[in-house]
């Protein structure tokens, strides 16, 4: 699904270039549940964002599906970020000023989604994710927990093939976060492909695969990436 070639990430500013991915080479297979770890200031947002054409490499390849991404055009890319990938957030981000029903229908609107067919596909989100009594309420009415529900009822309301996400638990409880790789852990099931950022050992434990990342380099994999496999 993905394969990246020598990535580069990097800032020039006044004659001087900061590296911040230098060399990345990735593969990622459909289907897999990948977790990025690493110290603070490592790379992994940059990485995810490029990964979401959400930020643009300074160099090397990326191939998306099979298509390299430097070749495709802008309206493409947004297209496929639309279509492909869903986008979980640390800190929530959803609009204060809509409703949880309206937030989660929000993406179908850019994909311009008839009315009927938004109602049908929100409707089987609310329900699946047990959050119907709160269809009405607001963002700031919800625990923080219950607000990266309808982040990810957001993001993967287009039924996208790829979710990427970025400390999804890092605002969470325990209790809540647990909640949430649950979530990730079905949707992979079904068949979703995962990479998501953390700090957590206990969170990287719901994926099959960890990969550490350092001053924009990708250290040593899991050696036992598979656990019942390696035993
Ligand atoms: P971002 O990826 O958004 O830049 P950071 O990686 O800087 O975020 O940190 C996200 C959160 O994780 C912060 O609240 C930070 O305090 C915490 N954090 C950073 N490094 C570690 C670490 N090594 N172990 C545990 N928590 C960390
Ligand atoms: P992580 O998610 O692992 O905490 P980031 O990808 O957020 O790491 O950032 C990696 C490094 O790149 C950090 O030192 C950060 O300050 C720097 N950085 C990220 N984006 C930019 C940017 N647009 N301009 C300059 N420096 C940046």
Not at 8 to 24: A, H, S, V
Not at 41 to 69: C, H, M, R, W
Not at 84 to 94: E, K
Not at 162 to 186: C, R, V, W, Y
């Amino acid at each position: 699904m993905i394969t990246l070639r020598n990535i580069d990430k990097y800032i020039d500013k006044r004659f001087q270039r900061t590296f911040i991915l230098r060399g990345i080479d990735l593969d990622i297979e459909e289907g897999e549940f990948v977790t990025i770890m690493g110290p603070s200031g490592a790379g992994k947002s940059t990485l995810l964002n490029i990964l979401g054409f959400l930020d643009d490499a300074s160099a090397g390849e990326y191939s998306f599906l099979g298509e390299p991404v430097h070749n495709l055009s802008e309206k493409k890319k947004s297209d496929y970020h639309k279509s492909h990938i869903g986008f979980v957030f640390q800190a929530y981000h959803l609009i204060d000023e809509l409703t949880v029903y309206e937030n989660i229908e929000m993406p179908l609107l850019y994909r311009k989604v008839k009315g009927s067919q938004r109602k049908a596909m929100v409707a089987e989100m609310l329900d699946r994710f047990n959050i119907v009594a709160k269809k009405d309420l607001f963002p700031n009415q919800l625990s923080g927990g219950q607000q990266q529900v309808v982040g990810v009822a957001r993001a993967i309301i287009g039924s996208p093939k790829l979710l990427l996400a970025d400390e999804p638990t890092g605002n969470l409880h325990s209790g809540q976060s647990e909640e949430i790789m649950e979530i990730f852990k079905m949707l992979n099931e079904e068949g979703v492909t995962i990479v998501q950022v953390t700090h957590s050992e206990k969170m990287a434990g719901y994926g099959n695969r960890i990969i550490n990342m350092k001053d924009g380099v990708l250290t040593e994999e899991d050696p036992y990436p598979d656990k019942e496999e390696a035993i």
